[in-house]
């Protein structure tokens, strides 16, 4: 009942990226920018402009997409073809993977350190560094995933659909 505090710093008309919540901190991503928060006081962190950091193949709106944190990285993607990693803690640039993607449509799903998301087809990768665990051609093979991954841990499969027909994948066993 009553305000304490407001911040007004951010444009949050823009994204549709659920924020995540970590020790007291908001992390979120709004038009093309990243921004941490101070959750006690409403102070930013930091706020980034994405757009500047690394230079996408095409704008960043944060409309689609996700991001992860895993450990002290956050992990983004947009509809552009690039996944990148910021630390947590100052929101400089970590790494970038550059035509990685073709526009990612739907949430991450995480599962033993690694990412599962639809983006041109199926995609697995490292949470550590982004770095593909599965090739071209395999990650092909199911193209236009309409749905959130989701992911039986104990029989190690994934279910998903197209929108026509739902699937059920083994998970690789080398990744």
Known sequence: DTLLWRNRD????????PLK????????????????????N??????K???KMINPSFSLEF??????????????????????????TSGNLLWVR?????????RFTY?????????GGLRIVDARNGESLISETLSEEIDDI???????????VMYFHNGREAFCVAIPKDI
């Open 146 to 156: 309409k749905s959130k991954i989701v992911i039986d841990p104990n029989r190690r």
């Open 42 to 47: 409403g102070n930013l962190i930091w706020y």
């Open 98 to 106: 550059q035509n990685a993607l073709e526009g990612a449509d739907n």
């Open 10 to 17: 951010l444009d949050i008309n823009s994204s549709t990226i």
């Open 21 to 40: 919540v970590e020790d007291g901190v908001v992390y979120g991503l709004v038009r093309h920018r990243a921004f941490a928060m101070d959750l006690t």
């Open 111 to 119: 599962f033993e350190g690694k990412l599962f998301f639809p983006s």
């Open 49 to 51: 402009n994405i757009n």
């Open 63 to 88: 409309v689609h997409g996700d991001l992860h944190i895993e450990g002290s990285r956050i992990i983004m993607m947009d509809q552009s073809d690039e996944l990148f990693a910021l630390d947590k």
